[in-house]
């Protein structure tokens, strides 16, 4: 590959809007969105909001003054709610979910913990995700992107054919199973999973999504019509057809494969951040490095459809 090939592939520029400013946060993806108010948001603007958020897999707004109610509605203009596997949600705001961590709360593992796309053990995962940031702790709590349409771009012509055709067994077990065995008892997420340690007989919900579904390993993006690796480090147990031993090799080189730093971008919260991304293309994972100190999020799911 030449290099001007190779820059042409890191494609984050943004395009010209007349509603919105856009600074690209790194050559692979992610974007800051300037001169927005998501509370009170026109057509002409959100429209553009949109459309970055699809060209950069994940943008976000600082200095956002968001309540349950006005997130929500601004979460509503994407299109439907998704199912959400963990939580339900604050008094009042169902489609509001809590991601909290007290600051006396010492724990080996923390919801979003370990490379990511939200809930793919769903037969319709997530097509968006937001945050929003309340409470943040001065140093830690980062999140991590990266982007799984340009780590496929990357991949040999021998490679794609190899994977093409492939389906990605995913499910909550192996997540399930480390909750249980690092995490702390508690109303959080990660705490209702760690309450049914030990239990005879689990929910049908918790069973379902140990089960899994198969997805396309290859998916096309219904929007913009990219193809990327729908693959995590998380969630990803395995492939139709094969036996788990064959299959972990190639789970392993994937997921290392996407999450190189030159296909990532890293977010450092403030409080009244609002982040957005496109759980299509793009994985992520938060880091447990902040104990003694307090984070409050608000996290909403769009549904999306069957992965193709």
């Known amino acids: ?18 509603h919105i400013t856009v600074i690209p946060l790194t050559a692979a993806m992610g974007a800051e969105i300037r001169n927005v108010d998501a509370s009170n948001i026109t057509d002409a603007a959100f429209s553009e909001v949109e459309d970055a958020l699809f060209r950069h897999k994940m943008i976000y707004l600082r200095d956002q003054t968001l309540d349950g109610a006005k ?18 949600g604050v008094d009042g705001y169902r489609n509001v979910q809590p991601i909290i961590k007290e600051a006396d709360e010492k724990t080996g593992w923390v919801f979003g913990s370990g490379w990511h796309t939200d809930s793919p053990f769903l037969a319709r995962p997530p097509a968006i995700s937001i945050l929003y940031g309340v409470d943040i702790p001065p140093v830690g709590g980062d999140t991590v992107w990266a982007n799984s349409a340009l780590a496929y771009q990357f991949l040999s012509p021998a490679m794609r054919n190899l994977l093409s055709g492939l ?6 077990r192996d997540v399930f199973a480390s909750a249980q065995m690092k995490g702390k008892p ?3 997420p990660v705490g209702k999973l760690v309450a049914l340690r030990g239990a005879a007989n689990l929910p049908p919900d918790i069973l379902r999504n140990i089960e899994g579904v198969f997805h396309p390993l290859v998916r096309t993006h219904p929007v913009t019509g990219e193809q990327c690796l729908y693959v995590d480090g998380s969630y990803a147990i395995g492939f139709e057809g094969f036996e788990e031993e064959e299959a972990a090799p190639l789970l392993k ?18 409080p009244k951040t609002l982040a957005l991304w496109d759980n299509r293309l793009c994985i992520h994972q938060a880091f447990n490095d902040y104990d003694g100190r307090r984070r409050e999020m608000y996290r909403t799911t769009i549904a999306g459809e069957a992965p193709q």
Not at 71 to 88: C, I, K, M, N, Q
Not at 167 to 172: D, E, G, L, R
Not at 253 to 262: D, N
């Open 186 to 188: 508690g109303s959080g």
């Open 167 to 172: 389906k990605v067994h995913m499910s909550i």
């Open 1 to 18: 590959m030449t290099v001007s090939a190779i820059h042409a592939q890191f494609g984050n520029t943004p395009r010209n809007y007349q």
């Open 71 to 88: 997130l929500e509605a601004f979460s509503a203009r994407f299109g439907d709610f998704a199912e959400d596997a963990y939580t339900d």
């Open 253 to 270: 080189f994937l997921t290392a494969h996407i999450t190189q730093q030159s296909f990532t971008c890293r977010l450092r919260w403030r």
